[in-house]
């Protein structure tokens, strides 16, 4: 989601500390998709298998289905043994937010509806939101380094402070709103 140079730019640091900060952008980002139920990181095959229920819906894992260009490949088999026949793109048509809807009612069967799609962002690409929260937590965790940079929390007396973690960020709340999925 975050090249190295747009993170050093925004921290105004120098190109030396480009390793650090792929190491805390990988984290920020796997622990951004792990909060939010999805995946954030880089562009991978996905193959889905649904049972087809005799109605004309499926609903899909993972893709961000935000973006109009989203490729995909389906295809249905009537039973566990036959070929695989691929379906025309005018046979089916994707419904925001996982929904798959076929033109005709997908066959009754276990796991006879086969669905190929990419997901995840290229580098420096995927929501704006999404991306800046991923650049606020990068800069929590380089600013935290040092002698108590792990410490997440710590309470003197009448004093505690939180450190480290979504909930301290402004914009959480925000992207949680709107970006949360719940499995289904």
Do not use: C
């Given at each position: 989601?975050?090249?190295?140079?747009?993170a050093?730019?925004?921290?105004?640091?120098e190109?030396?500390?480009d390793?650090?900060?792929?190491?805390?952008?990988?984290?920020?980002?796997a622990y951004l998709g792990?909060?939010?139920?999805?995946y954030?990181?880089?562009?991978?095959?996905?193959?889905e298998?649904k049972?087809?229920?005799?109605?004309?819906?499926v609903?899909?894992?993972?893709?961000?289905?935000?973006?109009?260009?989203l490729?995909?490949?389906?295809?249905t088999r009537a039973?566990?043994?036959?070929?695989?026949?691929?379906?025309?793109a005018v046979?089916?048509?994707?419904e925001?937010?996982?929904?798959v809807?076929?033109?005709?009612?997908w066959p009754k069967?276990?796991s006879?509806v086969?669905?190929?799609?990419?997901?995840?962002?290229a580098?420096?690409?995927g929501?704006?939101e999404?991306r800046?929260?991923v650049?606020?937590l990068?800069?929590?965790r380089?600013?935290a380094?040092?002698?108590?940079?792990?410490?997440?929390?710590e309470?003197i007396?009448?004093?505690s402070?939180?450190?480290g973690?979504?909930?301290?960020l402004a914009s959480?709340?925000a992207?949680?709103?709107?970006?949360?999925r719940?499995?289904?």
């Amino acid at each position: 989601m975050i090249s190295a140079a747009i993170a050093r730019t925004h921290l105004g640091l120098e190109s030396s500390a480009d390793a650090d900060l792929l190491v805390l952008i990988g984290g920020a980002t796997a622990y951004l998709g792990h909060a939010l139920n999805r995946y954030l990181g880089p562009p991978v095959s996905r193959v889905e298998l649904k049972d087809g229920l005799g109605t004309n819906a499926v609903y899909l894992d993972e893709p961000e289905t935000a973006a109009p260009e989203l490729e995909m490949t389906i295809e249905t088999r009537a039973g566990r043994f036959e070929v695989w026949e691929v379906l025309s793109a005018v046979d089916w048509a994707l419904e925001p937010p996982r929904r798959v809807v076929g033109r005709s009612a997908w066959p009754k069967g276990s796991s006879n509806v086969r669905i190929v799609y990419d997901a995840g962002y290229a580098t420096d690409q995927g929501p704006a939101e999404l991306r800046s929260l991923v650049l606020e937590l990068v800069a929590l965790r380089w600013n935290a380094r040092g002698e108590d940079g792990a410490k997440l929390s710590e309470t003197i007396g009448d004093y505690s402070y939180r450190n480290g973690t979504l909930e301290g960020l402004a914009s959480w709340e925000a992207v949680a709103s709107s970006w949360r999925r719940l499995p289904l």
